[in-house]
T-cell receptor, first 115, second 112 residues
Framework: DTEVTQTPKHLVMGMTNKKSLKCEQHMGHRAMYWYKQKAKKPPELMFVYSYEKLSINESVPSRFSPECPNSSLLNLHLHALQPEDSALYLC??????????????FGPGTRLTVT | GESVGLHLPTLSVQEGDNSIINCAYSNSASDYFIWYKQESGKGPQFIIDIRSNMDKRQGQRVTVLLNKTVKHLSLQIAATQPGDSAVYFCAEKSTVTDKLIFGTGTRLQVFP
């Protein structure tokens, strides 16, 4: 298995809803990432998990809450989002952030619309 | 109409021609560089990478060139095909952090 999977593909939620995005990889990678991508812009890093511990939080608002239950899974819990949070949310993984395998492999993303 | 800041640089090439996509990076401490291809509605797809101790690396139909003196990176695609149409991002990684910093992206359009 050489891919990163994300569910759901599309999500529409109201500003008072609570939802979660899920990401999974079975490549044995020990670093996992959440990115946010707006239209025609590059991905922007949100969070990094290294060996299942949060290592980087790019000053993301607390309405986004990441969770790494195990080395294969990464969740992003969403609560009280704003319409400007509508974007493509990308998950990525890499073999070992401190080793030679620096390449990050991306999932297909979840297209989130906040109404 | 279009808004300022929402317009991606675009490279239009004829099918069969070679394409060259350029990228300037900012951090002289970056030691690793990647090119990604992103098709509409999909996540970025890894194309090729290069470390700072190299100045050229070749893959299948693609070549990456690194000029550390002027902090410039380029991606060359040989015999460009319609399936190469996408947005291409360069990314740099520092020795200090785990962060991958993406460039602004270039849209490649291939016409017959």
């Amino acid at each position: 298995d050489t891919e990163v999977t994300q569910t759901p593909k599309h999500l529409v939620m109201g500003m008072t809803n609570k939802k979660s995005l899920k990401c999974e990889q079975h490549m044995g990678h020990r670093a996992m990432y959440w990115y946010k991508q707006k239209a025609k812009k590059p991905p922007e890093l949100m969070f990094v998990y290294s060996y299942e511990k949060l290592s980087i939080n790019e000053s993301v608002p607390s309405r986004f809450s990441p969770e790494c239950p195990n080395s294969s899974l990464l969740n992003l819990h969403l609560h009280a989002l704003q319409p400007e949070d509508s974007a493509l949310y990308l998950c990525a993984s890499s073999p070992d952030p401190r080793g030679r395998g620096y390449e990050q492999y991306f999932g297909p993303g979840t297209r989130l619309t906040v109404t | 109409g279009e808004s300022v800041g929402l317009h991606l640089p675009t490279l239009s090439v004829q099918e069969g021609d070679n394409s060259i996509i350029n990228c300037a990076y900012s951090n002289s401490a970056s030691d690793y560089f990647i090119w990604y291809k992103q098709e509409s509605g999909k996540g970025p797809q890894f194309i090729i990478d290069i470390r700072s101790n190299m100045d050229k690396r070749q893959g299948q139909r693609v070549t990456v060139l690194l000029n550390k003196t002027v902090k410039h990176l380029s991606l060359q695609i040989a015999a460009t095909q319609p399936g190469d149409s996408a947005v291409y991002f360069c990314a740099e990684k520092s020795t200090v952090t785990d962060k991958l910093i993406f460039g602004t992206g270039t849209r490649l359009q291939v016409f017959p």
